[in-house]
Every structure is written in C-alpha cells, then in structure tokens.
C-alpha cells in the first residue's frame, strides 16, 4: 500500500523559509526517484523538484536556487527546504514519485503573504 505524509507547510511572509517534509512507504521510496509537486488554486499541478535513489537533483526554473530537494533513504523521507519564498509560491504540496503513482497524500498547505 502505497503512503504518503506531507507536513511542514505553513503560512509566511515574502522572504521566509519552511522545510517540508514526506513520509513514503518503502514500496513508493525505495526504488523511485521522487520529487515534490504543487498546485496553486485554479492551476494544473506541476513538479518543483525531483531526486533521483543516487542524489541527483533538477528542479523548475521558477524555484532554482531557493528549493532544495534531498532524501533520507534510511528514513524513507523527502524533504524541500524552501526559502526566499514569493506570493507566487503560495499552494498545496505534494510529494510523490517521478512519474507519480496513481495515489496521492493530503498535501501540505504553504501560503507566502506580501
């Protein structure tokens, strides 16, 4: 059964930091690259930042040199840190695999005020 646990989302001000955090199964985590998605009201999700089982890492030009995706594959978890965050990063996160499984957790909440 796959599980996904989202947490560490929040509301900041422009400018702030957050750290989220993913707990995956070990049938999601163990062999997949994964990667962290969003989806702001109105709009299609998109993938912000992904890793692959080795550490290698890509992410969207809009979130380049202020997310930082890593894993703990000990603990099966991802993790986004997240600073110089903008308005515009304002949605629901959401991790995953890359390509995502069909099954998605709750999400994470992160509002970024101006």
């Known amino acids: 059964q796959v599980q996904l646990v989202e947490s560490g989302g929040g509301m900041v001000q422009a400018g702030g930091s957050l750290r989220l955090s993913c707990a995956a199964s070990?049938?999601?985590?163990?062999?997949?690259?994964m990667a962290w998605y969003r989806q702001a009201p109105g709009k299609q999700r998109e993938s912000v930042a992904a890793?692959?089982?080795?550490?290698?890492?890509n992410y969207a030009d809009s979130v380049k040199g202020r997310f930082t995706i890593s894993r703990d594959n000990a603990r099966n978890t991802v993790y986004l840190q997240m600073n110089s965050l903008k308005p515009e990063d304002t949605a629901v996160y959401y991790c995953?695999?890359?390509?995502?499984?069909?099954?998605w957790g709750q999400g994470t909440q992160v509002t970024v005020s101006s």
């Open positions: 890793i692959t089982t080795g550490g290698s890492t």
């Open positions: 070990g049938s999601i985590f163990s062999n997949n690259a």
């Open positions: 995953n695999a890359r390509p995502p499984y069909l099954s």
